[in-house]
């Protein structure tokens, strides 16, 4: 199926194995009580799924992009929150010290992300700042011995619960003047993070973090100083294909849901899957869901190869994560009242959904990116 591997294939089981037994027994229970397990995120990181994109030599597997995404939508298919620790775990964090870091840094921080020991968290986006990330307004300066950080991180995932973050901030004036740190959030002082409350994925935790001199050693500085830039745009150009297998594994479990629905529930003397309407809604949602799976693993074997485009990306992520509340959107139209109620899932499935399209750069920022890349052909 989609041309995997033996081991691919052993590898995306595994992850709907875990998932299933491990995740979906109490998963709606916790997301209404929004509560986040830690322990989850170490289970996880034994079996190797957020090594996919580290080498051995780092304690990882090295299995490839297309190996984390197999594992990634199978996470989604149960919990879209749990699967997006592979873009805080491995591939923001943990891809951008292997990547840009030293190699001190990433020999002491890289196995502990994988492994679950250590939440990782990034933070570009401010309270003023979100698509324009040029315009990032916390500043670094530099003194002889250190840096002083000040200013405010908004809408950070995991913020609540992480122990490490990378920072970006200003340390020049220009475009050219942002800069990427690595900040223990519980060792550094000046570093003060509030949770802030959301529609969906509960049981991931976004927050505020603040930085008032926050007194930062010129090791932890990550590449050279003023290419934070340029570092963020790598970490976006892979964050945004995981986000769209999240958003795939998501719309994958509405259209299950809606079969199975469409199968048992019965008006007018026969199963509502008998009327065309119906079936009308689960062919679209079945051909959406096969297309947005065919690009993003087409994607992810690019960035095997590395011979991905940024075009092609932004292209996935837009169209899996519209996919995802068009989805969500159908299954709680098929569900009728039921999918309004909250004694069944398809009311969460649509909260989640909507943070697809706003995460990783929102779908306006994703048209825009493909638009420039096919004017400029």
Known sequence: MNGLSSEQIAIRDTAARYARDQI???????ESQGRFRREVVAEMGALGFWGALVPETYDGTGTGFLSAILITEEIA?????????????????????????????????????????????????EPNVGSDVAAIGATALENSDDFVLNGTKSWITNAPVADLALVFARTAPRRSG??????????????????????????????????????????????KQGKGFSTLMDLLG???????????????????????????????????????????????????????????????RDKDLGTDSPMDVSAAKYFACEAAVRAAEKAMRIYGAY??????????YLRDAQAMVITEGCSNIQQLIIARHLLKA
């Open 178 to 223: 942002i800069s990427c740190f690595l900040v223990d959030l519980h060792q550094t002082r000046g570093v003060t993070v509030r949770e802030t409350e959301k529609l969906g994925q509960r049981c991931a935790k976004v927050g505020e973090i603040f930085f008032e001199d926050t007194h930062l050693p010129k090791s932890a500085l990550i590449g």
């Open 24 to 30: 979906q027994p109490w998963h709606e229970a916790d």
């Open 339 to 348: 999918g309004y109620s909250m004694e069944y899932p398809i009311q969460r």
């Open 238 to 300: 892979n964050t945004r294909l995981f986000a769209a297998a999240r958003a795939l594994g998501l719309a994958s479990t509405c259209l299950h849901a809606s079969l199975e629905y469409a199968k048992t529930r019965s008006q007018f003397g026969v199963p509502i899957g008998n009327h065309q309407l119906i079936q009308a809604q689960l062919a679209e949602m079945y051909v959406t869901e096969q297309a947005a799976r065919t690009f993003i693993y087409k994607v992810a």
């Open 77 to 125: 298919k149960v919990s879209p929150a749990y699967a997006g620790h592979m873009i805080t775990q491995s591939v923001a964090v943990a891809g951008t010290i292997l990547s840009h870091g030293s190699e001190q840094q990433k020999r002491q921080y890289i196995p502990a992300l994988i492994a679950g020991r250590t939440i990782g968290c990034f933070a570009a986006t």
